[in-house]
Nanobody
Framework: QVQLVESGGGLVQAGGSLRLSCTAS????????MAWFRQTPGKEREFAAA????????YTADSVKGRFTISRDNAKNTVYLQLNSLKPEDTAVYYC????????????????WGQGTQVTVSS
């Protein structure tokens, strides 16, 4: 069992930056692929980025490529999402997820989810 807690969301102006953190409980964090998804009201959860268990591979959605960067620190049981050059359309609840299944870019690839953190980008 893995419990995930996100933090770092908030209100930021367009063009600004935020860093989201997700800390996991348990000793198996380093064995999971970690990902960030986001969701706006009335829409399905959207994949943003993922990182392999050993950080050798990262995957980033085209919509955020070049602006968002995922990373992880297995010693701290934490995964990060650096959000740069934010746009109003990035406004969403951001969720951290852990999993070992496939596909990587859909919810079906993940078994554990955090409660989400709100990111609001004003124009």
């Amino acid at each position: 069992q893995v419990q995930l807690v996100e933090s770092g969301g908030g209100l930021v102006q367009a063009g600004g930056s935020l860093r989201l953190s997700c800390t996991a409980s348990g000793r198996t964090f380093s064995t999971y692929r970690m990902a960030w998804f986001r969701q706006t009201p009335g829409k399905e959860r959207e994949f943003a980025a993922a990182v392999s268990w050993n950080a050798d591979n990262t995957y980033t959605a085209d919509s955020v490529k070049g602006r968002f960067t995922i990373s992880r620190d297995n010693a701290k049981n934490t995964v990060y999402l650096q959000l740069n050059s934010l746009k109003p359309e990035d406004t969403a609840v951001y969720y951290c997820a852990a999993g070992r299944r496939f596909p990587i870019v859909t919810e079906q690839g993940y078994d554990y989810w955090g409660q989400g953190t709100q990111v609001t980008v004003s124009s």
